[in-house]
Structure formats: structure tokens, C-alpha cells
């Protein structure tokens, strides 16, 4: 109970720790690095995973995406900025950033596990096929709002008529050859994967799992979450405040032909199984 006050508070308690110059607001109000980060998958729903994990009362979590251990020119900011980027929290909270970008940088597995061994990693999963129309149509909205020019999805995805492995987006959704350099570090067990399509069918079991891993007591409820039909997504419910991602998430994929969908699935199927067997769970992509 006590936790869910202070939950409620923390925009106080922030307010309370800058307005204090002689320093003597609660001492354990601080910002500290995270315990558990998201690491990715961009486009996996880790913008939803976070704000969830966000109705834990024990939960604080960075809003933005920091960007710290994937860009160097951050990197180079060093320890106390990466501190600074996170939410005030007091001792016994956890606290949480997403940046989907992590995954698949080459250099942060490295730097995460320097900065924190321990560290808890959670990577959210989609069908990668799924993945890539999403990533496409994410950088097909930029440049159109930029006024740059683009190419269609099949051009990029297709070179005469075959898969190009050199798109960058279809890259991104071998995840067995980023996962790898995740487990060369870290345990397997130090990582929890969350079924993205199973967090947009139903969040609640999702969450419970997380919170679980998380070692957090089970406070997240199946009432935190409704389905709007407006959205075509759940939305959450918390101290009677409605919240639905913003219309980035969830919307109208870039069209590519089914006979183009259906050569990516089947390029896929090899990586994909090699990533079943890597993580020892099975996922139902096409
Ligand atoms: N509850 C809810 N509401 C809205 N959207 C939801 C939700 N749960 C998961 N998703 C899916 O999240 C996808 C975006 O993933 P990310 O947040 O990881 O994207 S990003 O990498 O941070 O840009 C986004 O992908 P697209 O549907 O392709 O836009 C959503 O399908």
C-alpha cells in the first residue's frame, strides 16, 4: 500500500528533490540506473511493454528512449548521464528503460554488462516477417513527413525477384545472430523473452510473467487493461486515468504483395528456427 502512494507521488517527490537546495529532501529519493532494460526488438511492442510495466507500483521507467549504449556520441557522455536520463525512484524500486536499438548494436551486450552484470534483460518478440513490414512502413512515415524520397518495400526487399539480405530491416529480424552476442555474455536465464503477439492478444498473462521474472510482487491487474475498439489495441487503467499508445503504434502497414510476404517467410524459416532452438521456445510465425 505504502508503494502504491509513493507511486503516486513520484511527480511530487521530483518536484520535492529540485526545490531543495540546501539538500534536505529524502535522501534515498534518487535516480539510479536501471535494473531490467528492454532491449528490443524495435518494433516488437517494447513501447507498450514499458508503459505496462509502468502500472507495477515498483516500477519507474525512463520515458524517452535513451540511447546509451547503441550511440557512441551518448556513450561518450558517460555513467552520471545515463544516470541523469532515469526517473527519481527510492530504494526498493525498480527501474526501467527501453531501447529498442540495443539489440541488435554490436556494441551493447558489452557495455551492459560492464556497466551492470546483473542487469535484467527483456526482449520482446514479433513474428520477424511481421517485424520488417512494420520497420519499413515506421521509416516510410519518416521520410514522407521529411519530404524525402522513398522506395517501395518490394524494391528494398527484392533483388530480381529474390530476397536481398542486405536490407537493413530484414537484417534486424535475424535475431539468433544478435541474440548470440547477448548470450555470450549473459545467461539465458538473465534474459526474459515476452511474446509480442501474445501482449496484443492479452497484456495481463504477459505481465504476470514479467512481473515474475522481475521479481516483483504480482500488483499489475487484469482490470489495468481494456480493449478499445477505436484502437483496435488494449489500452491501460490506472488511479482512473485512461492510456492508449499514441497513433505511431498500431498503424496501417505499407502494402506488400502476398507472393513477396510469402518469399520472406520462407527465407525466414531457417533463421527463425535456429532462434527457437537458441532461446528453447517456439513461436507461431509464418
Ligand atoms: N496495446 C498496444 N497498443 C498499440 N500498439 C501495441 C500494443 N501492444 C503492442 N503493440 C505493438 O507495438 C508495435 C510497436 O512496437 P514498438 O513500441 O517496439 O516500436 S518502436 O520500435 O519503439 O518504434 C506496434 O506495431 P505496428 O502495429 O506494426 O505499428 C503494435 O502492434
Redesign the pocket.
Known amino acids: 500500500q505504502l508503494l502504491v502512494c509513493l507511486h503516486e507521488l513520484r511527480a511530487s517527490l521530483t518536484s520535492v528533490t529540485s526545490a531543495s537546495p540546501s539538500g534536505t529532501s529524502n535522501a534515498s529519493a534518487l535516480q539510479r540506473l536501471p535494473g531490467a532494460i528492454i532491449i528490443g ?8 511493454l514499458l508503459e505496462m510495466l509502468n502500472l507495477h507500483p515498483e516500477v519507474e521507467v525512463a520515458k524517452n ?1 535513451i540511447h546509451y549504449f547503441n550511440l557512441d556520441e551518448n556513450f561518450r557522455k558517460g555513467l552520471d548521464w545515463y544516470r541523469a536520463q532515469m526517473p527519481v525512484t527510492l530504494p526498493g524500486q525498480l527501474t526501467v528503460e ?1 531501447t ?1 536499438g540495443y539489440f541488435t548494436a554490436p556494441l551493447a551486450p558489452k557495455r551492459i554488462w560492464a556497466t551492470n552484470p546483473a542487469v535484467k534483460l527483456l526482449l ?1 518478440i ?1 513474428d520477424p516477417a ?1 517485424r520488417l ?2 520497420d519499413y ?2 521509416v516510410l512515415h519518416n521520410r514522407i513527413q521529411q519530404n524525402k524520397p522513398y522506395q517501395a518495400l518490394e524494391e528494398l526487399l527484392l533483388s530480381q525477384g529474390h530476397i536481398n539480405p542486405k536490407y537493413k530491416a530484414l537484417q534486424r529480424s535475424f535475431y539468433y545472430q544478435h541474440l548470440a552476442r547477448w548470450l555470450e555474455l549473459f545467461p539465458r536465464e538473465q534474459m526474459h523473452i515476452v511474446d ?1 503477439e501474445a ?2 492478444r492479452n ?1 495481463f498473462p504477459e505481465l504476470q510473467k514479467a512481473e515474475t521474472f522481475l521479481e516483483l510482487p504480482p500488483r499489475i491487474k487484469p482490470d489495468n487493461f481494456y480493449f478499445n475498439v477505436t ?1 483496435g ?3 491501460m487503467l490506472s488511479a482512473g486515468h485512461d492510456k ?2 499514441d497513433e ?4 496501417p ?1 505499407a502494402p506488400l504483395s502476398n507472393e513477396a510476404f510469402q518469399k520472406l517467410c520462407r527465407y525466414l524459416r531457417v533463421p527463425n528456427q535456429i532462434f527457437f532452438r537458441m532461446v528453447g521456445q517456439r513461436f507461431d510465425w509464418c
Not at 248 to 251: A, C, F, N
Request: glycine share 12%; with cysteine; proline share 6%.
Open positions: 526488438v524495435r518494433k516488437g511492442g517494447t513501447r507498450a528512449e527501453k529498442p520482446i514479433r511481421e513490414v512494420s512502413t515506421q509480442g501482449l496484443i497484456p484502437k489495441f488494449y489500452c492508449c499508445l505511431s503504434k498500431g498503424r502497414h
